[in-house]
């Protein structure tokens, strides 16, 4: 009877996490449906430089933030701005880089092929362990010495703007 019970569970539990993610799908569609395009007028973005500092190992905000920058590199174009990104992985956010799966290694590549870097902390590697030649792509010139500081110098010393959100 327990047995029973606990199967009942997990099937009623499966049923309702496909019918909140249909149903979030279902939202998300709508919503994009009923988008209106405005009639924007804005200033020619220029050159923009800004630095992703990432330190999480949450999947959603590494996808979330590569998202941004491709969204950015786009409006860019769109918009007569020339886009310099560089992402700064450090911490756990030296995770994206951690035997990512087939998307994430595409949206990487594709970043890479318009420019944008991805530089990693070496004292987050001295700290985890890692050997930087198990990452995704990562060779020697990709090291900084400091995530930390890297951002910090990209922001004083080369007029970057920090991304807040991380």
Known sequence: MKRTHNILLALISSFIVVGTSYAADSKAKEAASNYVAPKMQHQAYGDLKIVVPLTTDDKAIHAMKLRNIENTLESGTHWDGHIHNTVVLYS?????????????????????????????????????GIDFHQLYNVTDSDIVPSGFAEVAYLQTQQNYVVDPIN
């Open 92 to 128: 756990k956010g030296v995770s994206l880089l951690k035997n990512p799966d087939a998307e994430t290694r595409q949206k990487i590549d594709a970043l890479k092929t318009k420019g944008v870097k991805f530089v990693v902390c070496n004292n987050s590697l001295i700290e985890q």
